[in-house]
T-cell receptor, first 113, second 116 residues
Framework: AQSVTQPDIHITVSEGASLELRCNYS??????LFWYVQSPGQGLQLLLK??????LVQGIKGFEAEFKRSQSSFNLRKPSVHWSDAAEYFC???????????FGTGTRLTVIP | GAVVSQHPSWVICKSGTSVKIECRSL??????MFWYRQFPKQSLMLMAT?????????EQGVEKDKFLINHASLTLSTLTVTSAHPEDSSFYIC????????????FGSGTRLTVV
């Protein structure tokens, strides 16, 4: 069965600090992995995605994520967080032959000055 | 490229009325569209998948007579919430994919439905 686990419901970091958001997935085939960001009342913005190849993927806004097949993980990182990064972050998994995604429950990021 | 437009952004309706939400692919032909629902502070759940010119496939537990999906053209799919009730209040969001399977990961901006 397909599933995505984001173990951290809420994370608070200081502006300028580094960030890592955790994501673990379960998928019966080769996974496509995604990270989205959602501001309150807004739609989803794609930060980055992994289909194949280099397991370290770069995204927009200075984010990166690393695919670790052995750990079934796809953690999101940013070396220095900005106040504007405060939002809800969703990890999602999909695959070939279908383009619908399975989402994690999200991690709310709070950034303190 | 790969822009998905969703309209309206928010809507308030009276209980018992119907509401139509539109999802358009602006720069590609969307052979498949996906409709998701998001409850407050929760994740997104797939409601249904619609293929152009055919009936939508609904996920388990989603009432197809309540959530009518039409995908009559390659650029437009609509979700109609019929006889809306307060429990239908939610955030509805679509995504679209072309024949090659691309763009399925681009989402519309979502519609906030409030039923009073």
């Amino acid at each position: 069965a397909q599933s995505v686990t984001q173990p951290d419901i809420h994370i608070t970091v200081s502006e300028g600090a580094s960030l890592e958001l955790r994501c673990n997935y379960s998928y019966g085939a080769t996974p496509y992995l995604f990270w989205y960001v959602q501001s309150p009342g807004q739609g989803l913005q794609l930060l980055l995605k992994y289909f194949s190849g280099d397991t370290l993927v770069q995204g927009i806004k200075g984010f990166e994520a690393e695919f670790k097949r052995s750990q079934s993980s796809f953690n999101l990182r940013k070396p220095s967080v900005h106040w504007s990064d405060a939002a809800e972050y969703f990890c999602a998994v999909g695959g070939t032959g279908a383009n619908n995604l399975f989402f994690g429950t999200g991690t709310r990021l709070t950034v303190i000055p | 490229g790969a822009v998905v437009s969703q309209h309206p952004s928010w809507v308030i309706c009276k209980s018992g009325t119907s509401v139509k939400i539109e999802c358009r692919s602006l720069d590609f032909q969307a052979t498949t569209m996906f409709w998701y629902r998001q409850f407050p502070k929760q994740s997104l759940m797939l409601m249904a998948t619609s293929n152009e010119g055919s009936k939508a496939t609904y996920e388990q537990g989603v009432e197809k007579d309540k959530f009518l999906i039409n995908h009559a053209s390659l650029t437009l799919s609509t979700l109609t919430v019929t006889s809306a009730h307060p429990e239908d209040s939610s955030f509805y969001i679509c995504s679209a994919s072309d024949r090659g399977g691309s763009y399925g990961y681009t989402f519309g901006s979502g519609t906030r439905l409030t039923v009073v």
